[in-house]
């Protein structure tokens, strides 16, 4: 990679993210962190603002307004491809924000790449077991629940068929056994539980922070369920 794609790619990555790491810098594009730091300085010279924060790393200054980004047709392609994965997988919360940021894309795209994209939308399909559930509304809800540490309420039935009312705080999304299942601790239970999320009834974001304070990591509870990871 030459040094102005890699000036290019670095300015991209300081967009995707609110602060990001020399280290993570360096590995990303495969160079020693003294060359971070003279690409940064260059990236300062051009007159974009770039302030570094302790502890936390490199970041844009707020409010500093960058024109969109360009995509190589491979980029196009590779989000085109998944377009069928979260029409299959998601629910109908995450189908209409993927399809608004697809939209997005296709707009910065140059006339000779949306025709290849346009060639080549109705010749990739997917075909998924037909008991997958996904005519809910709740993931782009739980993201934000689980981003923001907001205490949900939820109403659930079990395998029983049972409902009872929940107030939970979600910790993640995992998605086994071709079901997404989101992991929160209960109040009601007073432990963490495994809630599958076609089977909520009634979602709402309380808006009320978590009340437990060490929440244990989804990467260790995840080694309690019954897959393979």
Not at 40 to 51: F, H, T
Not at 58 to 81: C, D, H, K, M, R
Request: proline share 3%; hydrophobic share 40%.
């Amino acid at each position: 990679m030459n040094r102005i794609d890699r000036l290019f790619g670095i300015l991209t990555l300081l967009q995707s993210k609110k602060y990001v790491t020399g280290e993570r810098i360096a590995e990303k594009f495969h160079i020693s962190v003294r060359t971070v730091y003279r690409d940064i300085k260059a990236l300062c010279e051009q007159g974009i603002p770039v302030s570094f924060e302790q502890h936390k790393g490199y970041f844009i200054v707020q409010g500093y307004f960058l024109p969109p980004v360009s995509f190589t047709t491979e980029e196009a392609n590779a989000l085109l491809l998944i377009e069928g994965l979260v029409y299959g997988l998601s629910d109908k919360s995450i189908q209409v924000h993927y399809s608004n940021a697809l939209t997005k894309v296709k707009s910065v795209l140059r006339t000779f790449q949306k025709e290849h994209i346009e060639n080549l939308q109705d010749r990739i399909k997917l075909q998924l077991p037909p008991f997958i559930r996904n005519d809910f509304e709740y993931l782009s809800v739980l993201q934000n629940a689980i981003a923001e540490k907001h205490i949900l309420y939820l109403t659930y039935k079990n395998l029983k068929e049972e409902t009872t009312p929940r107030m939970t705080e979600p910790i993640g999304l995992i998605f086994y056994a071709f079901n997404w299942h989101v992991i929160a601790w209960c109040h009601l239970r007073n432990d963490y539980r495994d809630f599958k999320v076609s089977r909520i009834l009634e979602l709402k974001d309380t808006g009320e922070s978590f009340k437990k304070a060490d929440h244990i990591l989804l990467n260790d509870y995840m080694k309690s369920l019954p897959v393979d990871y």
